[in-house]
C-alpha cells in the first residue's frame, strides 16, 4: 500500500510540474526541478596493497533536486536535494565484527563476499545547461559534491566449510561520507560519476597498513522534468 502510495505521490507531483511548464512563455524565469534515477558500475579504489581488485559492483539511487536560479536567462543555477541509494560490491577484503570490534583481513580462500549498504543522500550541484522556459531537450553540465548518511551495511562471506557469515552495521564503519560528483549530457542520456573522499572505514588497519578504501561510481543518470 505504501509503495502504491508512493507512486501516485511521485505521479502526480511529476504531471503538476509538466503542467506548470507547459504555461510558461520565452523570457520566463523557470526552474529544473526534478526526480533523478541514476544506476553506475561500482570499485573501490584506494585498497590496501595485499587486497586484489573488486569484482562486478554496482550501485542505484534515486530523489529529488530543488532547483534555484542564479541568472535572468535561467542556465545557471544551484540545486540542492535528497534522496536514496543502495551499494552493491563484490570485494575482496575480509571483514569480520567480534565482540563490537571490526576486524580486517585478506582471505583467498572465502567466496560469496559481498557488501551492501543503504544511504540517505544530499546532493549539492553548480548547473548549466541550454534549456529555455519551453525547451525541454537540451546539454547540461552538472557539478557539485554529494554528503551520504549510511542508513545499514552488511558483509557476508562463505568458508570453505561452506559456512556463511554475516555481519551487520559493523563498527568501524563511516556513517557520514561524501563525494564529488558531475553528470553532464543531452536529453535523457547523462553520464554521471562520483568520486568518494572519504574512507568507508574508519581508524582500520589491515597487517599495519591504513585502510582508506574510497568509492568511485561511474554510469547514467536519468533526470524526469
Known amino acids: 500500500m505504501k509503495t502504491v502510495f508512493t507512486t501516485f505521490i511521485l505521479f502526480f507531483f511529476g504531471i503538476a510540474m509538466f503542467a506548470q511548464k507547459e504555461t510558461l512563455k520565452i523570457g520566463d524565469r523557470y526552474a529544473d526541478d526534478q526526480i533523478y534515477l541514476s544506476i553506475s558500475y561500482a570499485q573501490f579504489y584506494n585498497q590496501p596493497t595485499q587486497i586484489s581488485k573488486s569484482n562486478f559492483s554496482y550501485s542505484l539511487s534515486t530523489g529529488f533536486i530543488k532547483d534555484f536560479i542564479l541568472n535572468k536567462q535561467g542556465n545557471l543555477s544551484f540545486a540542492a536535494g535528497v534522496g536514496y ?21 585478506s582471505d583467498d580462500t572465502i567466496s560469496a563476499n559481498l557488501f551492501n ?39 557476508q562471506f562463505e568458508d570453505l566449510n561452506n559456512t556463511n557469515f554475516k555481519y551487520s552495521n559493523i563498527s568501524n564503519y563511516s556513517k557520514f561520507q561524501y563525494g564529488l560528483t558531475l553528470s553532464a549530457g543531452y536529453d535523457e542520456f547523462n553520464i554521471n560519476v562520483f568520486y568518494g573522499l572519504t574512507p568507508i572505514f574508519n581508524n582500520s588497519q589491515i597487517n599495519g597498513e591504513d585502510i582508506n578504501t574510497k568509492i568511485l561510481k561511474f554510469g547514467l543518470i536519468f533526470y524526469i522534468l
Open 85 to 105: 541509494g543502495f551499494d552493491f560490491f563484490n570485494h575482496r577484503l575480509k571483514v569480520e565484527e567480534i565482540n563490537n570490534s571490526t576486524l580486517f583481513t
Open 117 to 155: 549498504s543503504q544511504n540517505l543522500e544530499f546532493p549539492l550541484e553548480l548547473r548549466w545547461r541550454t534549456s529555455t522556459a519551453i525547451k525541454y531537450s537540451f546539454w547540461r553540465v552538472y557539478t557539485g559534491v554529494k554528503f551520504l548518511y549510511n542508513l545499514s551495511n552488511k558483509y
